[in-house]
Every structure is written in structure tokens, then in C-alpha cells.
């Protein structure tokens, strides 16, 4: 069974950082994807970025690009996301997400079948 634990979420001013960990198990594809997603209130999910476990390959929604960072550490089996030079508008519950790696549309939650809680994040303006 796969599972996913996000961690790191809080409350911070704008023009701060923080980074959120996903703790990983039980994935068995050989070749797979973890994603970070977040939804804010009203909002529909909106794909963040996403990292592959093959060959590391990273992928950012074009609007986050240079302020977000995702990387993993296979020993840990925990995947990050640097958050730098917060706004107000990423205020929401960001989720990390587990799929096989299909090869198109990287951040599309319909190719992710395993998710975590998720966690807040709140960035005061």
C-alpha cells in the first residue's frame, strides 16, 4: 500500500520560504512520478510540480517556475519542495502524490492514484 505523509506546512510572512517533505512508501513501480498539488479555498487542485523517480526529471507549473523547487533524497524516500518568496496567493493545502510515470502530462492529477492529506500552508501578506 502506498503512502504519503506531507510535513513542513505553517504559517509565513510573504517574501518568506518553507519547505514541505513528502514521506514516501510502498510505491512498486519501477518507473514512477511525485507530485505536489495544492487547492485553495474555492479553488480547483492545481499541479505544482512534480519530480521522476528514474531519472530525476522535474517539472513546474509555468507560474511557480524559479520560486519552487522539488528534489528527493532516495535514502530517505522523501521528496521536498523549497517554497521561496512566498505570496499570499499560495496560500492552500498542498498534497504530494504518487503515479506511474506515463510520459505526458506531468502534472495532471488524473495520472496520480495515491495521495497524502495534505498539509496548510498560509502565507500572511
Known amino acids: 500500500e502506498v503512502q504519503l505523509v506531507e510535513s513542513g506546512g505553517g504559517l509565513v510572512q510573504a517574501g518568506g520560504s518553507l519547505r514541505l517533505s513528502c514521506a514516501v512508501s510502498?510505491?512498486?513501480?519501477?518507473?514512477?512520478?511525485i507530485g505536489w498539488f495544492r487547492q485553495a479555498p474555492g479553488k480547483e487542485r492545481e499541479g505544482v510540480s512534480c519530480i521522476r523517480s528514474s531519472d530525476g526529471s522535474t517539472y513546474y507549473a509555468d507560474s511557480l517556475k524559479g520560486r519552487f523547487t522539488i528534489s528527493s533524497d532516495n535514502a530517505k524516500n522523501t521528496v521536498y519542495l523549497q517554497m521561496n518568496s512566498l505570496k499570499p496567493e499560495d496560500t492552500a493545502i498542498y498534497y504530494c502524490a504518487a503515479g506511474p510515470w506515463l510520459g505526458y502530462y506531468p502534472l495532471s492529477s488524473f495520472n496520480f492514484g495515491s495521495w497524502g492529506r495534505g498539509t496548510q500552508v498560509t502565507v500572511s501578506s
Open positions: 510502498g510505491v512498486t513501480f519501477d518507473d514512477y512520478a
